[in-house]
């Protein structure tokens, strides 16, 4: 019996001072040059929804500045992909799906870093072009015991802070999540 292909997987540190990390196809944002067409596109809420809306953006937002771990996780239509038994102990929270259209590319990164040309920190890889559904899970990697080291950084073999599951999205699949908070309140 031969065994499907291991699902691709990629783990990035990024960082953000804006408060939000994001996966964004590369080729959608070619005119954002400087800050000024940067903020004209993505400095409001509604302009990150409206490219959410046509799966060129995906946020992994908490509202919190600061370096994160993010592990993204590449499946295909003959090899789902989904959390190991070690991350689905320690996930905290799950996002809805939303829409991503690759162009043969995606970027990793602050927010604040997306644009034409990548930042130093950003993230690249390939991602055949493509329409794609991503689930965002929070994971809880300091709860595992040994995840962090004495001096508070996390250990060699801690978790990530996020996993990003990708799989090809079906011709039925049409409802994807279009917020810029990537997980539902609690009280929500």
Known sequence: MTLPPRPAETVSAVA??????ALWDPQSFTDIVDHDTWDLQLGE???VE?????????????????????????????????LTERESRYRLVSSEAYLFCSSGQVWLGG????????????????????????VIHLIAWEDEAGS??????????????FVALVTPAGPEQDM????????DHPDS
């Open 16 to 21: 953000t001072d804006a408060g939000m990390l």
């Open 45 to 47: 809420d509604e302009g």
């Open 50 to 82: 409206r490219h959410i809306r046509t799966g060129s953006l995906v946020p992994v937002n908490i509202r919190s500045d600061g370096a994160f771990g993010v592990l993204v996780r590449v499946g295909g239509l003959d090899r789902p992909v989904q």
């Open 111 to 134: 927010i604040e870093a997306v644009g034409a040309e990548p930042w130093p920190g950003t993230a690249q890889f390939d991602l055949p072009v493509g329409r794609y559904s991503v």
């Open 148 to 161: 962090v080291n004495e001096d508070g950084t996390p250990s060699a073999a801690a978790l990530p802070d």
């Open 176 to 183: 994807f999540r279009s917020d810029v908070e990537t997980f």
